[in-house]
């Protein structure tokens, strides 16, 4: 009896001991524990600065959305001399050294309100917003709206934290070693598939095979010592489809390393890109020659509609 009664008690202490381990990898997760270490850096408004006329915007969809209404923020706020104000629990706090103050709508007081009009057009009336807090509500994509402090973005606003770095960094490293090229210019290819191709009635336009041996073509005749980081929502596709030289590595990393994707591709000398946000920020922050597809939106659709092509495109970027 005495003998059941201590298994039964010994029973119940390795049981909870293994409740103790579930919660310890639960709530002690590394990532997570990362992503609260990495909030300690924000910045709240300071008493000082209650009275002074701010600006905060909408953040809707993805990574490559809230990126443009970021940049929308720093660059509309600098030109009306307002204060930039984003939440605390804003997504982009997980990839990036943000420099900017975090607040939310009540913190502006009296407020206007201001929508945009197209989603990808430049709208002038964002330079006279001023002397009053205002919450401007759209996509805002447009380099337009920040070319004015496109080198503060890329030097001081877009840093990514050092994990996400070093990281990126070492898959570089990996890739150059295992393809044997050292030295290499280094391009990174960005294939969009998934809701681009099921989405076309809309406009959203997944580039034919035929744009990227095209793409691939124009910098091999540049460079003789080349390698392509290939990067994509849909690698399988794009390893049946695409190139397999030698000089073409392809990326596997998870859809949850959305943030190791982006580092990467930054930190390439040249893009290549398809369609979508993703693709248009990676080759806005990582400089060197960017070549595109020239037939996003397709001609037609709702989509293009709301685009007007030289304030979505860059001047210096090369359509194919």
Known sequence: MAMAVFLRKKQWFYMFLLVLVILFFLYMDPFKS???????????????????PKLMISFKGRTGNHMFCYAT???????NNLLPVISADNHLWELFNLPVQVGNIGDLGDYNYYEEKL???YDQHTEHLGPYSTYIDGYFQSWKYFENVRKELITEHFIFHDDISQAADQFLIDAVTLKKKQGAVIIGVHVRRGDFVR????GFTAA???YYYKAMNYFRRKYSNILFIMISNDVYW????????????YSHNT???????IAVMIKCNHTIITSGTFSWWVAFLSGGDVVYYHLYPEPGTSIANMTVRADYYPTHWVPL
């Open 238 to 249: 794009a390893e049946d489809n695409l190139d397999q030289g030698p000089d073409v590595f």
């Open 34 to 52: 990362n992503i609260k270490r990495r909030h300690l850096n924000q910045k709240p408004i300071l008493k000082s600065q209650a009275n002074i």
């Open 119 to 121: 989603v990808a057009a």
């Open 208 to 210: 034919p095979v035929s």
């Open 199 to 202: 989405q076309r009635s809309k």
């Open 73 to 79: 923020l720093i660059g509309v706020s600098r030109r």
């Open 255 to 261: 859809p949850d390393q959305v943030s190791l994707d």
